[in-house]
């Protein structure tokens, strides 16, 4: 017995090709569909179209039509009314035009997603398997999206715990783009989650307010030197794998998040024509902030204690380009919280680092608004865009201050340590 192929798009194929077009060759896309005839004779749909946004519609398109014929134009009083286009077909087009990477405009995104696509296909997978890929459209009430938020927030995660409210939100913010766009096709007339109370409250989303302490700071880089042994699952047996996290990899990540606020994602995408040790600044142009969360640019400063980070840095670097990363690529997440473990450390993620160097700016004495425009954060815009510039000379202010700031603060460390040392403890 022949094997069913399971992969195979049931509304049709849209192939890719070059094609001659005015003496040139440009992109078109093949939207083809085929079926058998009343008579029992293969059939075929066939459309070449200049977009594949066009191409999955006509993919829709061929569908009534195909039903229109083979059911009979007697048979079929309402022949001239649209077909009732499915949730699967609305999926269909959502992942061939909106499931792209992120398109830019300078450093403003028009398009696509800058987080990890498979995440959003997964999302979509989910829905999809929800509702049901035959469900038409006009069907889904605000009570069938309610109850599926209700499952959502009540679905354990993989740590057996709820979730919190930022994590179903992502999800039901997939669904209400595809209704968005089916209303923008005219396969919708409303929007079901508007018909009712707010399903997505961003005033439920908790904010994390962890920082890490100085005595953490102290106890974690003193462990980044060892290799660590993380437990993974290899063709579904447990082994161990051990990451040799030096100090000179998991620590720059450190310092850098710590005395700059930047992001995980801005250290990673970080290059060398980003970093001005003249100046003792670090630049997130138009260019460089396409890497950052919001897209804003900005100035950083570089304290003494990253200045010396980077001048370690460099004399291990082989390659220095204009365009190579700063720091090599490594699981931060996993070594982080391994080593975080084993200095007792408990609750700190590696993004609470922006948090604490933000914290610490503050605390040095540098103003609010200074420190907001330095972690490029999009709130208070008034006074930010209107009142407070940083520019060089700030950044380099803001530097010493921190360094004041951690001298004093490590300092005060040390000799609570060292009390602790001298001090004997008597037996009773």
Not at 176 to 195: C, D, N, R, Y
Request: hydrophobic share 35%; charged share 30%.
């Amino acid at each position: 017995m022949a094997r069913t192929k399971t992969s195979r798009n049931p509304l049709g194929s849209v192939l890719k090709k070059k094609a001659l077009k005015g003496g040139k060759k440009v992109t078109v896309w093949d939207a083809r569909k085929r079926y058998t005839k009343l008579d029992g004779s293969p059939g075929e749909k066939f459309k070449r179209c200049d977009t594949e946004a066009e191409a999955y519609i006509e993919l829709v398109n061929f569908k009534g039509e195909i039903e229109r014929e083979l059911s009979g134009i007697e048979a079929d009083p309402k022949e001239n009314e649209e077909p009732a286009h499915t949730l699967g077909e609305l999926i269909t087009y959502f992942r061939g035009e909106y499931v792209k990477p992120a398109v830019f405009s300078g450093n403003r995104k028009i398009s696509g997603y800058k987080q990890d696509l498979n995440t959003v296909r997964r999302y979509l997978t989910e829905i999809e398997t929800h509702f049901g890929s035959g469900t038409p459209l006009e069907s889904i009430s605000y009570e069938h999206c309610r109850r599926y938020a209700t499952i959502l927030a009540a679905t354990p995660t993989q740590g057996k715990t709820l979730p919190a409210a930022s994590t179903y939100h992502k999800k039901l913010s997939i669904l209400s783009k595809l209704f968005t766009v089916a209303i923008q096709l005219q396969w919708l007339t409303i929007h079901p989650m508007e018909q009712g109370k707010p399903l997505i409250d961003r005033k439920a989303e908790k904010a994390r307010m962890r920082v890490m302490t100085f005595e953490e700071e102290l106890a974690i880089l003193d462990h980044c030197h060892q290799d660590i042994v993380i437990s993974r699952k290899l063709r579904g047996k447990p082994t161990d794998c051990r990451i040799k996290s030096n100090r000179h990899i998991l620590r720059s990540y450190i310092l850098f998040a710590v005395e700059t606020g930047m992001r995980y994602g801005e250290i990673d995408a970080l290059k060398w024509w980003q970093v001005d040790l003249d100046r003792n600044v670090i630049y997130l142009t138009e260019e460089a902030a396409r890497d950052t969360k919001t897209g804003k640019e900005g100035i950083l400063p570089i304290t003494s204690r990253l200045r010396s980070e980077i001048d370690v840095v460099i004399d291990r670097t082989i390659r220095r380009g204009r365009n190579d990363r700063v720091l090599p690529r490594m699981r931060v997440d996993l070594v982080f919280r391994k080593v975080c473990k084993l200095a007792g450390v408990t609750d700190l993620q590696f993004r609470d680092l922006r948090a604490t160097g933000a914290t610490r700016m503050a605390l040095a004495g540098v103003s609010e608004s200074v420190v907001m425009k330095i972690t490029r954060h999009t709130r208070l815009k008034t006074l930010l865009n209107h009142y407070t510039s940083v520019d060089i000379v700030n950044a380099q202010i803001v530097a010493r201050k921190m360094d004041r700031f951690n001298r004093n603060q490590a300092s005060k460390v040390k000799a609570k340590v060292n009390d602790k040392i001298k001090t004997p403890k008597v037996k009773p």
